[in-house]
């Protein structure tokens, strides 16, 4: 469930993205693209009972270009927005995996009411 509202709201950026960090082979990665984590937390009643799962997405976008990374950054965010996330956070940071690449780690949650 999850796994198909995230994919859903990424689409339609039009930017490559994975699930998880992907490894490329030498000189094989693409200039701008989205990695995602997911985990989640019960959220428990009084009685124990689960009663909502929180779901945690840690989206990461890489780019050589600060500006699209920024501009592609906007466009994730209203498209997690309107899929039903709510923004927990981020960082602008550069990554060893990816030498050369800006990166924006943002942390999002979505609430699943069970």
Same mark, same amino acid.
């Given at each position: 469930?999850?796994?198909?509202?995230? =994919? /859903? $709201?990424?689409?339609?950026?039009?930017?490559?993205?994975?699930?998880?960090?992907?490894?490329?082979?030498?000189?094989?990665? !693409?200039?701008?693209?989205?990695?995602?984590?997911?985990?989640?937390?019960?959220?428990?009643?009084? =009685? /124990? $009972?689960?009663?909502?799962?929180?779901?945690?997405?840690?989206?990461?976008?890489?780019?050589?270009?600060?500006?699209?990374? !920024?501009?592609?950054?906007?466009?994730?965010?209203?498209?997690?927005?309107?899929?039903?996330?709510?923004?927990?956070?981020?960082?602008?940071?550069?990554?060893?995996?990816?030498?050369?690449?800006?990166?924006?780690?943002?942390?999002?949650?979505?609430?699943?009411?069970?």
């Amino acid at each position: 469930m999850i796994f198909n509202i995230i =994919d /859903g $709201a990424l689409e339609k950026i039009g930017v490559p993205f994975y699930d998880h960090m992907p490894e490329f082979a030498e000189g094989e990665a !693409d200039e701008l693209f989205i990695s995602y984590d997911i985990y989640d937390r019960p959220q428990l009643h009084g =009685d /124990g $009972a689960e009663v909502v799962t929180r779901y945690f997405v840690t989206v990461s976008v890489f780019g050589r270009n600060v500006e699209k990374v !920024d501009e592609t950054y906007s466009l994730l965010l209203a498209q997690l927005r309107n899929s039903g996330f709510l923004r927990a956070g981020g960082s602008y940071s550069s990554n060893n995996d990816f030498p050369k690449y800006y990166r924006y780690a943002a942390d999002f949650f979505y609430d699943h009411e069970l």
